[in-house]
């Protein structure tokens, strides 16, 4: 897949160092021809990022045929051949084709991109990727729940990029039909084709919300562009557009900042009787637990009842969202309130400055214990080792299904180590145990249980505890659990 992005980038800069060049040396006819050539070279090299080479062959064959009939038919006769091509390329009628291609390549050719976040911070940015699609949960959840909800957004988003591609072969078409006497300003038309396109992804990743939201932010270019080449006098015409400017601007940050704000925190809620302590350990962050990089551990008591912490709580999910740290869990005792956050190896200032901004909001003295803990030893000891934060991560994987209207019997599953194969022999009898020959471990044996039951609370703990119980005599060591239905 590196392979394809570079070919990608390195296409795409070309056509940028050529386009000043072409505009400058060719005449009016050269310029279009070379204008065309270069908004479908971007159109398709998109098809082979995102698409896949098989994608991208079908696309171009249908194309290329639609240029062929496009090109000797009569200008009064293209409408329908343009009507007819949006359908080839909405019902694409090669699939089959497509998916023999997709057969006899490499799962590299094929698959869509993968864009994977590097550097020190990446696990706060995937961190913030599962926050944002927790927080529009609730969208997803309508469609499971809700079949009206699931086919309007189907609907919606088929319409708009049938509406996408009609405009775009048209457009291109209508500017191929002028090309001696081409009109700079029909380029900017093209600017809609994006935008319905942009609105058809929000519509099938976020929901109507987004897609209105985006919709509202990308008024305002072609807003400003009718006014400045309307008749309108020069001062009302420019202090129009600069009002409009403005008012876009203001838009673009306000809705910024509220991106920044839209925060959640999902936990897992349980009592921990050994320590004597009710937590919420933050079920998002669990998938992200073990990190080379996030291994700044701080621990800040602040002494007030958790109804007096729940009244800022979203602040402080706010400010962990603007300076890339992460709210790891929460627990409450008879000391009062105790959070621990995760924050890159270097940001020891930003940990300290975390205090100073608990101080100021709680308005109370607030002791930091900051540790380094790259082995994730304390985590594991505190929360993620502990019997209760495993039943409750079953507990509120299981409660997922139920919100999504999946009432079927779930499957436990449980990875652990173990350092020889008697210990796995005594517990296959009782359990079904798979062996996991490609996740190696030095010195252990990895191994998958699986324990189906019924989605009820109560057989889940029942469950979890006895399969905890038995690893335990065992002397197997748990690594994770997840639960499938």
Not at 1 to 19: E, F, W
Not at 51 to 71: D, E, Q, R, T, V
Not at 477 to 484: A, D, G, K, L, T
């Amino acid at each position: 897949m590196k392979s394809r992005l570079i070919i990608a980038l390195t296409l795409s800069i070309l056509i940028l160092v050529l386009m000043p060049i072409a505009l400058s040396l060719f005449n009016i006819r050269g310029q279009g021809i070379f204008m065309i050539s270069a908004i479908v070279s971007f159109v398709y090299i998109g098809v082979y990022v995102f698409g896949g080479i098989p994608k991208l062959i079908i696309y171009a064959i249908y194309g290329i045929l639609i240029a062929l009939i496009l090109s000797v038919l009569p200008y009064e006769y293209q409408m329908p051949v343009i009507i007819i091509g949006t359908m080839f390329f909405i019902l694409n009628p090669l699939s089959i084709f497509e998916k023999f291609l997709e057969s006899k390549m490499k799962d590299e050719d094929v698959l869509p991109i993968r864009i994977s976040i590097r550097g020190s911070y990446w696990p706060f940015f995937e961190y913030r990727r599962e926050m944002k699609n927790f927080y529009h949960l609730p969208q997803q959840k309508k469609l499971y729940t809700k079949k009206w909800y699931l086919h309007a957004r189907q609907a919606s988003m088929i319409l708009l990029y049938t509406l996408g591609v009609f405009l775009f072969i048209q457009q291109i078409n209508y500017i191929a039909n002028r090309i001696d006497d081409i009109n700079w300003y029909n380029f900017f038309t093209l600017y809609a084709v994006i935008i319905v396109f942009l609105l058809a992804y929000f519509i099938h990743l976020k929901g109507f919300t987004s897609t209105f939201r985006t919709l509202g932010i990308s008024l305002f270019p072609p807003i400003i562009f009718m006014i400045m080449i309307s008749d309108f006098h020069d001062v009302l015409k420019y202090s129009l557009a600069g009002s409009f400017v403005i008012f876009g601007l203001v838009i673009a940050t306000i809705e910024l900042i509220n991106l920044h704000k839209r925060v959640a925190y999902d936990s897992y809620h349980y009592y921990d009787v050994d320590e004597q302590m009710e937590v919420y350990a933050n079920a998002l962050f669990e998938p992200l637990v073990y990190n080379e990089t996030f291994t700044l551990c701080g621990h800040y008591q602040i002494k007030i009842t958790k109804k007096e912490f729940r009244k800022h709580f979203q602040d402080i999910l706010i400010y962990a969202n603007f300076f890339h740290f992460i709210i790891t869990a929460y627990t409450i005792d008879k000391d009062g309130v105790h959070v621990y956050a995760e924050f890159n190896k270097k940001a020891f200032k930003r940990a300290k400055k975390f205090k100073t901004y608990l101080e100021t909001k709680y308005k109370t003295t607030v002791p930091l214990d900051l540790v380094s803990d790259p082995e994730k030893t304390l985590y594991e000891d505190k929360f993620f080792h502990r019997p209760e934060y495993i039943i409750a991560r079953a507990q509120r994987l299981a409660e997922l299904l139920k919100e999504l209207s999946i009432d079927a019997s779930i499957i436990i599953s449980v990875i652990a180590y173990f350092k020889d194969q008697e210990q796995i022999k005594a517990l296959s009898d009782e359990y079904k145990i798979t062996i996991l020959p490609t996740v190696k471990v030095e010195g252990y044996i990895t191994v998958r249980i699986d324990i189906k039951t019924i989605n009820n609370e109560y057989m889940i703990e029942t469950k979890i505890r006895d399969l905890l119980l038995n690893l335990l005599i065992q002397q197997g060591q748990f690594v994770r659990i997840s639960v499938y239905y």
